[in-house]
């Protein structure tokens, strides 16, 4: 069975992300055809980058860093979850992408971001992060909006068609995860 992660990119106290990621979470256990687990960063912090050696090395000399490549490296494929702050995402999802490299390696990921734009810019930047860590990125995106997705700014109410894009979302994922596991099993051998 596909695994996917739903990792949760932000750790700020009074996160939107909670209720997105729990929107996300409850659509995915709907679904029969992957399996499905919420990663949330504020539960595995990381220090600021600090291994010595580039990640793309695989030399990982600290504790935090084996226990991360264990979680992110058993998954198939990914959905991020990302605010946009300043036109880019969160720095504690960046800096926990930029920690491992060869776990990412062709696998599939998908995001739903959510701001007063919608949260693109940040999935702009992290499109070109995955692509520098053979990351599969898919079409199909979430972009809830604080204008249209929140009640009054606060609560999350996706409009109909946000449902849908999530649906998108995940078949997307789920047969790209599925189409690379042969390169995952030929990069193995």
Same mark, same amino acid.
């Given at each position: 069975m596909t695994e996917i992660a739903i990792i949760v990119g932000s750790t700020r106290p009074g996160r939107y992300s909670d209720a997105v990621s729990q929107w996300v979470l409850d659509r995915a256990k709907e679904? #029969?055809?992957a399996t499905f687990e919420l990663i949330d960063?504020?539960?595995r912090p990381l220090p600021h980058l600090d291994e010595p050696v580039p990640a793309s090395g695989g030399a990982y000399t600290h504790d935090h860093t084996k226990a991360w490549s264990r979680v992110i490296g058993r998954f198939d494929g990914y959905v991020f979850v990302t605010p946009e702050y300043n036109h880019s995402t969160t720095g504690v999802l960046k800096n926990a992408i930029d920690y491992l490299y060869?776990?990412?390696n062709d696998k599939a990921a998908g995001f739903v971001s959510y701001g007063v734009?919608?949260?693109t810019r940040a999935v702009e930047h992290l499109r070109l992060v995955a692509a520098e860590l053979r990351l599969a990125t898919v079409r199909s995106a979430v972009?809830?909006?604080f204008h249209h997705d929140f009640e009054e700014y606060v609560t999350l109410t996706?409009?109909?068609r946000q449902e849908a894009a999530? #649906?998108?979302l995940f078949d997307d994922v789920v047969a790209w995860s599925g189409a690379l596991a042969p390169v995952r099993a030929?990069?193995?051998a």
């Open positions: 679904r #029969t055809d960063l504020a539960d060869a776990e990412w734009a919608g949260g972009a809830l909006s996706p409009e109909p999530l #649906t998108d030929a990069r193995a």
